[in-house]
Structures are given as C-alpha cells and as structure tokens.
C-alpha cells in the first residue's frame, strides 16, 4: 500500500494538504522505501487547476491512503471518489513515529 503525506520538511506532517511544499510517499510493505514529491499544487496559481494537478499526481503513484492533519471538503470529497482513505492526525506529527505504527 502507498501512503502519502503532506510535509513542509520531510520530517513532520504539514499544517495544511494542498500547500503543503512535498508529499512523502511510503510503500508499507517497504518502509524503508520513501520518496519526496514538490506539491504540484504549490506552483499553480489557479486553485482549481492545483487541485486537478496534485490529485493526478496522487493517482499516477498509486496512492492508497492519505496521512494529513487538515483537508479541506472539496479534496476530501475528490480523494474519498478515487477511493483514497484518509487518516487524520495532529499537525506536527512526526512521520517516523507513524511510519513505525504501519
């Protein structure tokens, strides 16, 4: 399964999905197989093209499951219809410790 999760530094989950500047991807069959995506919704100025752009990155690699501490509806709707689940967690959360509880 493919998790991602939005972070500002690679080390902490991001305040904020869509503005988040990376996605942390993790195969948890692998956990040691981990690769940091740039947001492609970060360099696009239209809101709604940034959406389509960082969901299609979403699919393209395959994601299963997001690990984020704040979503807004819309995304959580669109991710929710591409059958990507979403677990919430504190804003800060450091990501080896939840990487570890996979």
């Known amino acids: 399964m493919i998790i991602a999760i939005p972070t500002d530094d690679g080390n902490t ?23 940091l995506n740039e947001n492609p919704h970060e360099k696009e100025e239209n809101e709604a093209a940034g959406h389509g752009k960082l969901l299609k990155m979403l699919v393209e690699d395959k994601v299963n499951e997001i690990i984020c501490s704040n979503l807004n509806p819309r995304m959580e709707k669109n991710l929710s219809s591409l ?3 979403i677990k919430k967690v504190e804003s800060g959360s450091n990501i080896e410790s939840l990487i570890s509880q996979l």
């Open 13 to 35: 989950v991001s305040e904020h999905f869509g503005h988040s500047k990376y996605f942390l991807l993790v195969d948890t069959e692998k956990k040691e197989n981990k690769r």
């Open 83 to 85: 059958r990507i689940t």
